[in-house]
């Protein structure tokens, strides 16, 4: 079910089995740059001579979500008002995205997106986005902050807004929540002045770890499979598998077999395949909110899930 109104799509999965109601909210970002994002997140000070590619883009993305945590769960008291939990960011295929949990209700949804909508001004935002560049060992320009705040502006135009959850709406709710929350946001101008981030002129850094090519929700699909059937860490970068283990190769007794057995043993008794699998993801990170809307206007059920693993690790 989807409703539209101002910059924001908002689409919902209903799912009964939930146990709270999750939202995502996410736009594009260019530049963006999963391994730094990992490290701002982290908190990791950076010993780089230079920045790594979309640092600061990357940086004010994060500093955006940052500002977002302290209007919604900076203290108990803030939290005890907006009810939302949980809260992390991620970024898959260019497009940065905000998670969290709240009650399983409109009034709920209706309040944690108005605040998010309300507070999506990074042009406010230089403090934060100073600290983050000086711990990547950067030293933060006023005119590339100009113009990543810019593009990011630009990009706030089209808001994406994913939930799924135990929740009672119809679409004139939904239309409603929609409107009340949109209407927060404010479109704003262009800044004067800015100057291209100087990390752009470096190259995007891959991993040293081995890589499984997958894309659409393939990439938590397998993902999955593999941190259940496996003790490494594994992690997903817009479609690329990423598994923390030099020289990792895939193990000799994956074959079609052991993933029939793991998908009728793991998902054969879900009754709402579909809403189970996109409610799962929302959760993970590895896949951005306009994916799973995506899919979720598709027929989809184990035998297809079956096929997908087997095709993406080549079984």
């Given amino acids: 079910m989807d409703a539209k109104s101002g910059n924001l799509h908002l689409h919902l999965v209903p799912y009964a089995k939930a146990a709270c109601l999750q939202v995502m909210v996410g736009f594009k970002v260019k530049n963006i740059n999963w391994f730094v994002l990992n490290k701002l997140k ?44 949980n809260i992390n960011c991620f970024t898959q295929n260019e497009m940065f995205f905000i998670t969290l949990q709240t009650l399983n209700n409109g009034s709920a949804l209706r309040k944690v997106l108005s605040l998010v909508e309300k507070n999506l001004e990074p042009e406010k935002l230089f403090p934060y986005y100073k600290a983050c560049i000086r711990l990547l060992n950067g030293t933060p320009s006023k005119e590339e902050f100009i113009s990543v705040a810019n593009d990011i502006n630009e990009s706030l135009s089209k808001v994406v807004c994913l939930v799924s959850g135990k929740i009672n709406l119809d679409l004139p709710k939904l239309k409603m929540i929609a409107e009340t929350a949109s209407s927060k946001f404010k479109a704003k101008s262009k800044l004067p002045g800015g100057t291209k981030p100087a990390s752009l002129d470096s190259s995007p850094n891959d991993s040293e770890f081995g890589v499984l090519k997958t894309k659409g929700m393939t990439a938590t699909f397998v993902a999955d499979f593999l941190r259940g059937n496996t003790q490494e860490i594994v992690a997903v970068n817009s479609g690329d598998i990423l598994v923390y283990k030099q020289n990792w190769k895939m193990p000799a007794a994956f074959d079609k077999d052991k993933v029939n057995f793991w998908v009728t043993r793991n998902y054969e008794k879900i009754a709402d395949l579909k809403p189970a699998l996109i409610y799962i993801a929302m959760s993970r990170g590895d896949v951005d909110p306009q994916t799973i809307i995506d899919f979720s206007g598709q027929k989809f059920t184990t035998s297809d899930l079956s096929a997908e693993l087997k095709s993406a690790m080549k079984l």
Wanted: net charge positive; charged share 20%; proline share 5%.
């Fill in 42 to 85: 982290r908190g990791e000070p950076c010993g780089c001579p230079s920045l790594a590619h979309g640092s600061e883009a990357t940086s004010l993305a994060f500093s955006l979500y940052k500002f977002i945590v302290s209007k919604l769960n900076i203290s108990a008291g803030i939290q005890e008002k907006s009810k939302a939990v």
